[in-house]
């Protein structure tokens, strides 16, 4: 350690008796005999301790003596603790930090203490004062050192610098630094990182991140599977216009720039032997996708990269392509049927019952028009209905869910009014069902005939 003090010194007044002169490394390497591997380290330690300034002309880098500060004035504008050590290891300062974190009250009481004698936090630990030792005694040393402070679970970061004082003694220059907060958010970001990658590759949706002009920039695992793709490099390799099939859509999102989710279809026939793309599917398939775009921004300040997440709904698809047709055939069943036909939502209990539909096969019987019933009570629209038991009948069948036929009666009491019978059951809806048969003809032949036998008699 006294060689290298002794080298600093060196260099020093040599700049001092060459200022205001700046000097390159080489010219002082080539005036000192000295390497210029050597100068250099040297320069940036003279530096770094503010002893000499440097500048730079074109490439090179020139030096001169430093007008100097006050080394305490200095140091006390430091954000981090420091603190310097003479070559024996006992205090000879501290910067006003230092004294504020360390809890000293009065620093002329430390001022010639030896550091390992002082019971500092930090520096009471046996590993950082054995390599303060190492660096007295001009051993290996470690330059940078990490603590954590078991009471509190601070955690610190120090860095030892040998140093010579402007009378040419050698010192040790420690810089302590807490480093808590930044650790935290390092652990809170690690956190994070593995929970987003956890769900990156554990999501059962596919998620691709790709740019503007359709490269694939990275694939989670679903998304292979989803796209019958084996290798993510295959995946990288294709480009998303190919492979999507939808290019207009996508690129009208890109332009939009907000999110927002469409729905696709896929032949996989087509990607695999027109396009060649080594999809290991079939047939075609039809994906949701949401479309989001990224944060990061180019020079000119536009959205650069996007993310899709998409999942399959081919199976929901094919139910609602079912349903589609169900409801077709029902539809038209319903609507074309000679017979009438009545859907009815119970209300109030049981005790009332709404018109939700009727065909008009009903429209023809009843002599009314759809729009003119629909949503209204059947009660306030046909009172007449009450006193042929009908709300007890409608009642029995949406409790007992049992079918029941009801005898010939009459929406409106009258001579010229249709006779209907009906086949009232509950629908697994909870709505009440009713098919409507015109029986008037029947009900005019019976009372002919009752007439007759009237008549006889």
């Known amino acids: 350690m006294e060689e290298y003090a002794?080298?600093?010194?060196?260099?020093?007044e040599f700049l001092q008796n060459k200022s205001p002169l700046r000097m390159s490394i080489s010219a002082i390497s080539r005036e000192l005999g000295m390497r210029r591997s050597s100068v250099s380290k040297y320069l940036d330690m003279l530096q770094l301790?503010?002893?000499?300034?440097?500048?730079?002309?074109?490439?090179?880098?020139?030096?001169?003596?430093?007008?100097?500060?006050?080394?305490?004035?200095l140091i006390d504008i430091s954000p981090n603790d420091i603190i310097i050590l003479d070559a024996k290891g006992r205090v000879e300062m501290v910067n006003k930090k230092f004294a504020l974190d360390f809890d000293i009250d009065n620093v002329n009481k430390v001022i010639g203490s030896n550091i390992c004698d002082l019971k500092l936090k930090v520096f009471s630990d046996p590993a950082i004062q054995k390599n303060i030792r190492r660096l007295i005694n001009g051993s290996l040393y470690i330059k940078e050192m990490e603590y954590i402070e078991e009471k509190t679970n601070r955690v610190y970061y120090l860095k030892f610098l040998p140093t010579v004082s402007n009378q040419g003694s050698q010192h040790i220059m420690v810089n302590v630094e807490d480093i808590t907060s930044q650790v935290l958010k390092d652990e809170a970001f690690n956190i994070l990182d593995k929970r987003l990658r956890t769900i990156f590759d554990e999501v059962p949706s596919g998620i691709l991140f790709f740019r503007a002009d359709g490269t694939i920039l990275n694939a989670n695992p679903a998304s292979l599977r989803l796209f019958?793709?084996?290798?993510?490099?295959?995946?990288?390799?294709?480009?998303?216009?190919?492979?999507?099939?939808?290019?207009?859509?996508?690129?009208?999102?890109?332009?939009?720039?907000?999110?927002?989710?469409?729905?696709?279809?896929?032949?996989?026939?087509?990607?695999?032997?027109?396009?060649?793309?080594?999809?290991?599917?079939?047939?075609?398939?039809?994906?949701?996708?949401?479309?989001?775009?990224i944060t990061t921004k180019d020079r000119e300040n536009h959205l650069k990269e996007y993310a899709i997440m998409f999942k399959d709904v081919t199976a929901e698809k094919m139910v609602e392509k079912e349903l589609r047709f169900k409801e077709s055939r029902y539809r038209s069943f319903f609507d074309n049927t000679c017979n009438g036909m009545l859907i009815y939502q119970p209300v109030d209990n049981g005790e009332d019952y709404i018109i939700k539909d009727i065909n008009k096969a009903t429209e023809a019987i009843l002599r009314i028009k759809k729009q003119d019933i629909i949503g209204k009570k059947i009660f306030t629209v046909f009172p007449d209905l009450l006193g042929?038991?009908?709300?007890?009948?409608?009642?029995?069948?949406?409790?007992?869910?049992?079918?029941?036929?009801?005898?010939?009666?009459?929406?409106?009491?009258?001579?010229?009014?249709?006779?209907?019978?009906?086949?009232?059951?509950?629908?697994?809806?909870?709505?009440?069902?009713?098919?409507?048969?015109?029986?008037?003809?029947?009900?005019?032949?019976?009372?002919?005939?009752?007439?007759?036998?009237?008549?006889?008699?």
């Not at 002794?6 to 020093?12: D, H, S, T, V």
């Not at 008037?440 to 007439?451: F, L």
Request: charged letters at 25%; hydrophobic letters at 40%; a positive charge.
């Open 388 to 457: 042929f038991k009908v709300r007890e009948l409608l009642k029995r069948v949406n409790l007992t869910e049992k079918p029941e036929v009801v005898p010939p009666l009459q929406y409106v009491v009258g001579e010229d009014q249709p006779w209907c019978s009906h086949y009232v059951f509950k629908l697994p809806s909870g709505e009440i069902a009713s098919f409507m048969i015109d029986v008037s003809d029947e009900m005019k032949a019976e009372d002919i005939s009752k007439a007759k036998v009237c008549k006889l008699l």
């Open 6 to 12: 002794a080298k600093l010194l060196l260099i020093k």
């Open 49 to 73: 301790t503010g002893d000499v300034t440097m500048v730079r002309y074109g490439k090179a880098k020139l030096y001169t003596i430093s007008q100097r500060v006050p080394y305490n004035a």
């Open 228 to 293: 019958g793709i084996k290798k993510i490099q295959d995946m990288l390799n294709i480009n998303l216009f190919d492979f999507i099939c939808a290019k207009d859509k996508i690129m009208s999102l890109i332009k939009e720039g907000k999110v927002n989710d469409i729905y696709i279809s896929c032949d996989f026939d087509v990607l695999k032997n027109v396009k060649k793309i080594p999809t290991i599917k079939s047939g075609v398939s039809y994906f949701n996708i949401v479309f989001t775009p």
